[in-house]
């Protein structure tokens, strides 16, 4: 099963890859810049939350190996604790961040690369880590100013953390955190190498490429929906049905579709209230990430409760 993830996985590295180098010769002349959010918004909601969408199937599963049979319970605790994230960031807008961009890089780098990995060491942990920071530094490097404008309006107000991001900037120290992202690569692919690994550095290359040429915010539309969530979501087409992969695909839309509907919703009903305060494209970007976030805490949670249960 593992070998067979291994391929799949290669392959759609490869195809993003080349799409990748496609579209950028094609943006190279063309201002991205003026791509309305709302078409990265829309991806995201159609593709890049439904990755997420069957956390109320492996949320079951938890409960149950906890003795635990009603799902009112799951539901709750997941829509509380995404609740809580939105007042934490409210509250305490500069912290969240930082923490969010922490837990993202990790969580980034494990899922986009844990299924070349056999050995789940504190080693292999960290170096998830370093290699998931690419999809923080990347944007900051390449549109340092563009990246500090999107943390402003993300309600971050402290000019200490501004002024922090720019000594990082002067001296060359994003320049350090690529270099070291590069090497947790390099490692994470030479031990115990073998030839499906290459896909961790058509993903590295295409991280570069798609941060070289967008804005901060169309670059990860593009890796969170296309890379991030299309992988895995292929991991979960494959545990539905390993032996007809369109039927498992069939299952999974079926069964993301509910939780993906009501995100959805609730997105537009809060970038209504967003759009009383805060002009359209600035009530988007809050909603994108901000939602990310208060989406992502209880969903890196879960499949950390989950391991720890299969353990």
Excluded at 13 to 19: A, G, K, N, Y
Excluded at 268 to 287: P, Q
């Amino acid at each position: 099963m593992k070998i067979q993830t291994k391929k799949i996985n290669l392959n759609h590295s490869f195809i993003f890859f080349l799409l990748i180098n496609i579209f950028s010769l094609l943006f190279m002349k063309i201002d991205n810049s003026n791509i309305s959010p709302v078409v990265c918004l829309s991806l995201i909601l159609i593709i890049g939350v439904s990755h997420g969408a069957l956390d109320h199937e492996k949320g079951k599963k938890l409960l149950q190996s906890l003795k635990i049979y009603n799902m009112f319970a799951f539901y709750f605790s997941y829509t509380l604790f995404a609740i809580i994230i939105v007042i934490f960031w409210i509250l305490f807008p500069t912290v969240t961040l930082i923490v969010f961009l922490i837990i993202a890089s990790f969580h980034f780098g494990k899922e986009d690369t844990e299924f070349l990995i056999d050995e789940n060491s504190y080693i292999n942990q960290f170096l998830f880590f370093l290699k998931g920071s690419l999809i923080i530094l990347a944007p900051l490097f390449f549109h340092f100013n563009e990246t500090v404008s999107i943390f402003r309006l993300l309600l971050i107000e402290n000019e200490t953390f501004y002024s922090s991001l720019s000594i990082i900037e002067e001296n060359n120290f994003l320049h350090i955190g690529i270099i070291i992202s590069t090497i947790s690569s390099i490692l994470l692919f030479v031990k115990k190498f073998e030839l499906k690994k290459f896909a961790i550095f058509l993903d590295y290359f295409s991280i570069i490429i798609i941060n070289y040429y967008f804005t901060p915010l169309i670059a990860f539309t593009i890796y969170f929906c296309f890379l991030h969530s299309v992988r895995h979501s292929i991991s979960l087409i494959f545990e539905l049905d390993q032996e007809n992969l369109f039927q498992g695909f069939l299952i999974f839309i079926k069964k993301a579709l509910p939780l993906t509907t009501l995100t959805t919703i609730i997105c537009l009903v809060g970038l209504f209230f967003l759009n009383n305060n805060y002009d359209f494209d600035s009530a988007i970007l809050k909603m994108i990430f901000i939602g990310l976030a208060s989406l992502t805490f209880p969903h890196i949670l879960l499949e950390y409760l989950i391991e720890k249960n299969e353990k």
